[in-house]
Antibody, heavy 121, light 108 residues
């Protein structure tokens, strides 16, 4: 049974880079598409971007200049880096598996539990 | 960007009632690529419906999705206590997936 676990610092200072890791257990990161999604406290969901093991990535246009998603196949992990963070980036960050092998079908059938990242000095 | 508007914001119902949730898109969703998720407090969202009407295996047949183009509906035929949660719609018909603001189904 595939499980996802997000990890990383819970507190990041403004203007610094947020770095998170999603560890995939029970399956291979090379098999599916994977996305990062975030949810500010008490608010709705925002798609950040996706990664395929081929190296293909796609990012939310509003975040594209600040986001990098990359794989570490040796550790079966997917990483997220978000630069120049502000308080508006405070959110629970989820990694999620795409429900289809078709790159166009970006719905999410498996989610990690999420990790809260607070941006504050 | 396709904006999804969910209504109502809150639905107050009793166990056994029928719940009808609406999701309206600012433009037509290609291929009816519309999903629904259930989220309970402190938990990650769970996929309920994809492709507008295909039900995820973890959910019973009292959950159904319908609609096409710009208007979509999630129906729960008879609410069970575990169904009270927030529900989000999501479109993936273009390269920028977006989510609606959510509908909270609460116990009346």
């Amino acid at each position: 049974q595939v499980q996802l676990q997000e990890s990383g610092p819970g507190l990041v200072k403004p203007s610094e880079t947020l770095s998170l890791t999603c560890t995939v257990s029970g399956g291979s990161v090379t098999t599916y598409y994977w996305s990062w999604i975030r949810q500010p406290p008490g608010k709705g969901l925002e798609w950040i971007g996706y990664l395929h093991n081929s190296g293909r990535t796609s990012y939310n246009a509003a975040l594209k200049s600040r986001v990098t998603i990359s794989p570490d196949t040796s550790k079966n992990q997917i990483s997220l880096k978000l630069s120049s963070v502000t308080a508006a980036d405070t959110a629970v960050y989820f990694c999620a598996r795409h429900g289809s092998f078709n790159s166009a079908e970006r719905f999410f059938d498996l989610w990690g539990r999420g990790t809260l990242v607070t941006v504050s000095s | 960007e396709i904006v999804l508007t969910q209504s109502p914001g809150t639905l107050s119902l009793s166990p056994g009632d029928r719940a009808t949730l609406s999701c309206r898109a600012s433009q037509s969703v290609n291929n009816d690529f519309l999903a629904w998720y259930q989220q309970k407090p402190g938990q990650a969202p769970r996929l309920v419906i994809f492709g507008a009407s295909s039900r995820a295996t973890a959910f019973p047949d009292r959950f159904s999705g319908s609609g096409s183009g710009t208007d979509f509906t999630l129906t729960v035929s008879r609410l069970e206590p575990e169904d009270f949660a927030v529900y989000y719609c999501q479109q993936y018909g273009n390269s920028q997936p977006t989510f609606g603001g959510g509908t909270k189904v609460e116990i009346k």
